[in-house]
T-cell receptor
Framework: KAGVTQTPRYLIKTRGQQVTLSCSPISGHRSVSWYQQTPGQGLQFLFEYFSETQRNKGNFPGRFSGRQFSNSRSEMNVSTLELGDSALYLC????????????FGSGTRLTVV | DQQVKQNSPSLSVQEGRISILNCDYTNSMFDYFLWYKKYPAEGPTFLISISSIKDKNEDGRFTVFLNKSAKHLSLHIVPSQPGDSAVYFCAASGRSGAGSYQLTFGKGTKLSVIP
């Protein structure tokens, strides 16, 4: 079966711009979570969506937002980009339980210059 | 405050020997623990999980041990193979008030298996 698909794979933006990243979960998975990975901080939780509702949010500024559509596809948006937003952004989908693990996509590498 | 800690940034092991990766946590409300493997330029891949009500779970060459009193878990890989060379992340899951599960990750241990 198809895995979690994230687009685009790579992105270069300039400071002050905004960016939208997309995630298509595994068919049947209704929970989609987003994580930011940086060398210094590791993987940090951004937010989680389930059935189009944000159920949980990590400790990130309001410039980071997201949404989920009725087909479970999700987007995250970062406005007013800062250099420190350069990171690998990972999306994970699941059946709403960690028992079987979360399936991650390959990520979007965002570089802010 | 780091709730999940992997104190060894790197580990080198000879092929065929046992690899032991360690992880400590501070939050006693975590109810599942997971291990992920990550290659460069790829997303993390789920390896194995364990419920907080168990102390051991095995899957092929991978075994995870949980010591709740010490708030410590470990991943054993036997025998280690060169293809196991990757960064291994320990993660803990706890349920938020909204009913959502959230994974808290350690910073990873880079395992190198030497042929």
């Amino acid at each position: 079966k198809a895995g979690v698909t994230q687009t685009p794979r790579y992105l270069i933006k300039t400071r002050g711009q905004q960016v939208t990243l997309s995630c298509s979960p595994i068919s049947g998975h209704r929970s989609v979570s987003w994580y930011q990975q940086t060398p210094g901080q590791g993987l940090q939780f951004l937010f989680e969506y389930f059935s189009e509702t944000q159920r949980n949010k990590g400790n990130f500024p309001g410039r980071f937002s997201g949404r989920q559509f009725s087909n479970s596809r999700s987007e995250m948006n970062v406005s007013t980009l800062e250099l420190g937003d350069s990171a690998l952004y990972l999306c994970a989908s699941s059946f709403d339980s960690p028992v079987y693990g979360y399936t991650f996509g390959s990520g979007t590498r965002l570089t802010v210059v | 405050d780091q709730q999940v800690k992997q104190n060894s940034p790197s580990l080198s092991v000879q092929e065929g020997r046992i690899s032991i990766l360690n992880c400590d946590y501070t939050n006693s409300m975590f109810d599942y623990f997971l291990w992920y493997k990550k290659y460069p330029a790829e997303g993390p891949t789920f390896l194995i999980s364990i419920s907080s009500i168990k102390d051991k779970n095995e899957d092929g060459r991978f075994t995870v041990f949980l010591n709740k009193s010490a708030k410590h878990l470990s991943l054993h890989i036997v025998p280690s193979q060169p293809g196991d060379s990757a960064v291994y992340f320990c993660a803990a899951s706890g349920r938020s008030g909204a009913g959502s599960y959230q994974l808290t990750f350690g910073k990873g241990t880079k395992l190198s298996v030497i042929p």
